[in-house]
Nanobody
Framework: QVQLVESGGGLVQPGGSLRLSCAAS????????MGWYRQAPGKERELVAL???????MYADSVKGRFTMSGDNAKKMVYLQMNSLKPEDTAVYYC???????WGQGTQVTVSS
């Protein structure tokens, strides 16, 4: 069983930055691929970034160049650095390990002036 807990959400002005954190109950290398997903009101959950084996990470077109996903296997943590935030980035953000059907509880990110 894999448990994931997100933190770091909040209210930020357009153009601002936030870093989300996800604590895993197991080594991230053992549960990759791991990803960040988001769900805005009235919309389906969408993939934001996906980290697989190797060094490559896939990003949604809407966040390329603004968001960066990283991981620290020793700490069993993954992160999502979000820069140049836009109002359309407002959503509940989830950390996931889809191969294990594991999801965090989500953290709210609101981008508003």
């Amino acid at each position: 069983q894999v448990q994931l807990v997100e933190s770091g959400g909040g209210l930020v002005q357009p153009g601002g930055s936030l870093r989300l954190s996800c604590a895993a109950s197991r080594s991230i290398f053992s549960i990759i691929p791991m990803g960040w997903y988001r769900q805005a009101p009235g919309k389906e959950r969408e993939l934001v970034a996906l980290m697989g084996s190797g060094t490559s990470t896939m990003y949604a077109d809407s966040v390329k160049g603004r968001f960066t996903m990283s991981g620290d296997n020793a700490k069993k943590m993954v992160y999502l650095q979000m820069n140049s935030l836009k109002p359309e980035d407002t959503a509940v953000y989830y950390c996931g390990a889809p191969a294990y059907g594991a999801w965090g509880q989500g953290t709210q990110v609101t981008v508003s002036s």
